[in-house]
C-alpha cells in the first residue's frame, strides 16, 4: 500500500500584504482639478465670504468623513469641484468595495488649520485631522467661485 499524499494548495492565502507593503488606507487621497477647469472670478467680493480656515477644517473633517463611509459624497456637491467631487465618489466607493462597510465610524476632529493667501480669492489651507484611528496631514486649495469657496485640490496624507 502507498502512503497518501498530500497537496500543498496552489494559491495559499497569505493573510496579510507582501513583506515591506503597507496595507490599503481608506482616508488616503489626493486629487486637484486641471488648471484652467474653474473659470476665475474677475473681481471676488472677498467681504461676503465666510473666513477660509474655519471653512477649510469643517471640508476636509468632511471629505474625511466620506473616506471613512460615515457621511454622504452627495454632502460636499457644492463644496467641491465638480472634477474633484467625483475623484472623491469614486474613492470613497472603491473603499466600501475593498474594504466593505466599516464599523461605525468615528468622529473625525480638526487638530489645527493653516492657511496662506496665493492671491486674492484664492487660497491653500494645512489642516491636521484625527480620523478615529490615525492623526493626518491635509492640504486643501480653495478659490472664490460665485460668491462662494469651492475647493479645487484635496490631498490627505
Avoid at 495559499?12 to 507593503?21: E, Q, S, V
Avoid at 481608506?26 to 486629487?31: D, E, K, L, N
Wanted: glycine share 8%; hydrophobic share 40%.
Amino acid at each position: 500500500m502507498t502512503a497518501p499524499t498530500t497537496l500543498a494548495p496552489r494559491h495559499a492565502p497569505t493573510g496579510g500584504p507582501p513583506d515591506g507593503a503597507r496595507p490599503w488606507d481608506r482616508v488616503r487621497f489626493s486629487a486637484e482639478t486641471e488648471p484652467g477647469a474653474v473659470e476665475p472670478e474677475t473681481e471676488p467680493d472677498l467681504d461676503q465670504l465666510p473666513p477660509v480656515a474655519p471653512w477649510a477644517a469643517t471640508l476636509v473633517r468632511a471629505a474625511v468623513e466620506v473616506l471613512t463611509g460615515s457621511r454622504p459624497t452627495a454632502q460636499l456637491t457644492r463644496w467641491l469641484s465638480a472634477e474633484l467631487y467625483d475623484q472623491l465618489a469614486r474613492r470613497a466607493g472603491l473603499a466600501v468595495r475593498v474594504l466593505g462597510r466599516p464599523d461605525p465610524a468615528l468622529c473625525a476632529r480638526v487638530r489645527r488649520v493653516r492657511c496662506t493667501q496665493v492671491r486674492p480669492g484664492v487660497h491653500e489651507a494645512a489642516v491636521v485631522v484625527h480620523d478615529g484611528v490615525r492623526i493626518r496631514a491635509a492640504a486643501v486649495r480653495v478659490e472664490c467661485h460665485r460668491g462662494r469657496w469651492r475647493a479645487t485640490a484635496l490631498e490627505i496624507g
